[in-house]
């Protein structure tokens, strides 16, 4: 037990203590000790030998018994010999204590008292060297089992033995020792064996509770599996608990699998779904449907169709919808989002565009209206038309299309994604037109293709009105299914003269630059919003081609106008000549006023030089424009103040007030522009007197802008 030396088979005990310190002797009157060898017990109760030799030799020489056994004579062989004497003289009652003082080492050799009173002065020794594991033992050889197992106790000393001996004290004693060597097993991070010594005490729910407490679940749940019926609640709290730490760590998968052991499909999708990969999207979507978490299930879907579609994987995204009949809406967007993307794409480009498509998107003719090709899709493979009934009535299909919101267009915006938004309100716009309503159908086709203009692709934008409007007529929606469009409210009029007005400006530029006159005269045509002016007459000089409102360069097409004049009448409508005119006003005064702040901050924090500083404090001197600002001569009659340019500010934005909604909600191309390009054109072209004369008032009275009146002297001479 304490590390005895195996000699012929025999198991000989060294102990550690005064009791057998006999080798002393053996030694003087004998021979040497034969090799021993460590026992199988002892390899595997202590896995660090050699750190235990030191502290054994310690022992052994804190014991009072081996140190009178080694106390220093004439010669060791004498002292044995005076014991000899000295026990012989205690036999016959000479006097002389064994077991205390001086002789406390024939303790050993007298009757029981004197070995217990050598027992209590070997503890005082070891307990003064801090040997407590000494002393269990001491108590343990003297029957005094309670006290051993008290001092293993208080001083974290309990092991495997001493607990095989406890059921020698009784049931109550070996539990509150089992107890006991739990607390000290889990002091030293022995969890899995403290929660088995629980188990020995029938202690099941503790030894679960100390499971989970030091998150070992996986060990926890397999005992409350194994021991406790399947409805218990705590092993829906522990799959509860895992689930959380899981997640927190990043396991969705593994998350997802102890929710659903918990019953928590809700929960299991959600955390599935946070890795917003499509796949994972897609299993988080499947895992809702087959739970019946519709609503969700439908969420998820349209998340991973929409990455999908960004991606455009148009096949699968369809996949993915069409396994849930309720989201036949989405379908049709995405259709209508895939025919848009084929019928917008370069047929020259190296690489297709689309990852995948349908069979219903095969290039087709292109001279036929997108709507009119999308309302026969749809007829075709999805059983949507003017008749059908049901869930796939038309006005129900609008009703839930209406719900989806639509941000507002900006800049910088991909363009797929550009593309996707469009597409929503093309989709309306067919359903529109299949329930007969003019009005929404109008304004619907308006923000299709708005949201390309306003979003910076204006060629593109350009290419779609040419799909929705192959001939160049708003007001029909489709040649193959002709119907001449009629609406009475007023936003649906300005929505239609809106669009009307952005076909005919594209085709006044096709007709400009189909002229090779216009192209060789090199005349220069600043737009009036100073914003891409410059870029638009750069390209016009050099002659590169046929210029948008974005500045961007088409192909020119060669072609008659023969309704010039009529189209043009609908680019020069003074009340929006008035609204751009106020607008542009408004941005030049806030550039203005926030120039003047940005000088008055800057030179009260010392970061201009001297000159700066006196440019700061004099008033705000207004340039005749932004290219001829820096080098133009400053008037005294332009200075402004702070003041004074609030005041403009307001008045224009009064002037914006006073106009019509519709004016500001569905605006036109710009009216000055087109003046100039009217006139341009004028010269090669025959144009009626009265629309010529409409140009040039409108130039008198709207182009204040120095450079157009520069390129518009020619005409206005």
């Known amino acids: 037990m304490n590390g005895g030396i195996v000699t012929g088979g025999v198991k000989a005990v060294k102990p ?27 390899r595997k109760a202590f896995t660090a030998v050699k750190s235990k030799d030191k502290p054994d030799l310690l022992k052994k020489e804190a014991s009072l018994h081996a140190a009178r056994q080694h106390r220093h004579g004439p010669s060791p062989k004498e002292d044995l010999l005076q014991d000899c004497i000295t026990l012989a003289s205690v036999k016959h009652n000479s006097g002389c204590v064994p077991g205390q003082g001086e002789h406390i080492h024939l303790g050993l050799f007298s009757d029981r008292q004197a070995l ?31 006290g051993a197992l008290q001092l293993a106790t208080e001083k974290g000393e309990l092991n495997d033995h001493l607990l095989s001996l406890v059921p020698m004290a009784g049931f109550q004693v070996w539990s509150r020792t089992v107890e006991a060597f739990v607390k000290q097993l889990c002091l030293q991070e022995q969890y899995l064996k403290a929660a088995s010594h629980l188990l020995s005490i029938n202690k099941l729910y503790e030894a679960i509770d ?12 397999a005992l409350v599996k194994a021991r406790l019926p399947a409805e218990e609640p705590v092993l829906k709290e522990l799959y509860t608990c895992w689930a959380a730490v899981l997640e927190r760590d990043g396991h969705f998968s593994a998350a997802a699998k102890c929710y659903l052991a918990a019953g928590a499909s809700f929960d299991a999708a959600k955390v599935i779904a946070r890795k917003n990969d499509v796949s994972s999207l897609s299993t988080a979507a499947s895992l809702a449907r087959i739970s019946g978490e519709v609503a969700l299930a439908q969420s998820l879907a349209l998340r991973c169709a929409k990455d999908l579609a960004a991606a455009q994987d148009w096949t699968a995204a369809q996949e993915v919808l069409s396994s849930q009949e309720s989201l036949l809406v989405h379908r049709l967007h995405l259709c209508v989002a895939e025919l848009l993307a084929v019928m917008l794409a370069d047929p020259q480009a190296a690489s297709p565009p689309c990852v995948s498509t ?4 095969s290039p087709g003719e292109r001279h036929i209206s997108i709507h009119g090709r999308v309302k026969a899709v749809w007829e075709e493979h999805f059983g949507v038309s003017q008749t059908s009934a049901g869930h796939r009535s038309v006005k129900t299909l609008l009703q839930e299309l209406k719900s989806l919101e639509s941000p507002t267009p900006t800049a910088n915006i991909p363009l797929r994604q550009v593309q996707l938004y469009s597409s929503l309100h093309l989709t309306r716009a067919v359903l529109s037109w299949l329930s007969d309503d003019d009005g929404q159908l109008i304004k619907e086709l308006w923000q299709a293709v708005a949201w390309l203009r306003d979003a ?9 009105c040419r799909l929705l409007f192959p001939d160049g007529q708003v007001t029909v929606c489709s040649l193959n299914h002709p119907k001449v469009l009629q609406y009475a409210e007023e936003e649906a009029k300005a929505a239609a003269d809106s669009l009307e007005a952005f076909v005919h400006y594209q085709r006044l530029y096709q007709h400009w630059w189909s002229n090779p006159t216009q192209i060789q005269s090199r005349c220069s045509l600043p737009l009036a919003d100073c914003s891409r002016g410059e870029e638009v007459e750069e390209k016009v000089v050099n002659g590169e081609g046929d210029v948008s409102e974005s500045g961007e360069s088409v192909s020119p097409e060669t072609r008659t106008f023969d309704d010039l004049d009529l189209g043009a009448y609908g680019l020069l409508s003074e009340l929006h000549a008035a609204c751009q005119a106020s607008q542009r006003s408004v941005r030049e005064i806030q550039e203005r006023i926030a120039a003047l702040v940005l000088r008055h901050s800057r030179a009260q924090v010392g970061q201009l030089d001297s000159g700066e500083k006196e440019a700061a404090d004099r008033p705000l001197q207004l340039s005749s424009s932004r290219e001829g600002s820096a080098d133009a001569e400053q008037r005294p009659e332009e200075q402004e103040t702070l003041l004074s340019l609030s005041t403009k500010m307001s008045e224009h934005q009064k002037q914006l007030a006073d ?24 010269k090669s072209s025959s144009l ?21 009146l520069k390129t518009a002297q020619k005409f206005l001479a």
């Not at 100390?210 to 749940?221: G, N, P, Q, T, W």
């Open 688 to 708: 009626s007197e009265s629309l010529q004369q409409k140009a040039k008032d409108l130039l008198r009275k709207y182009g204040t802008n120095p450079s157009v």
């Open 456 to 464: 910076g692709h204006f060629c593109v934008s350009a290419e779609l």
């Open 358 to 361: 349908n069979l219903w998107a």
């Open 16 to 42: 550690r203590s005064c009791l057998v310190k006999m080798e002393d002797e053996v030694s003087s009157t004998s021979c040497s000790i034969p090799p021993s060898a460590i026992i199988e017990t002892q």
């Open 116 to 146: 217990y009173r050598m027992f209590e002065a070997e503890e005082e020794g070891h307990v003064e060297a801090g040997h407590h594991e000494s002393v269990v033992y001491l108590r343990l050889w003297s029957g005094d089992l309670e």
């Open 210 to 221: 100390l499971l989970r407490s030091h998150k070992l679940y996986r060990e926890a749940i």
């Open 659 to 682: 106009l019509p909604n519709t004016i500001k909600m569905y605006p036109h191309p710009d009216v000055v522009e087109c003046c100039l390009v009217l006139l341009h054109i004028s």
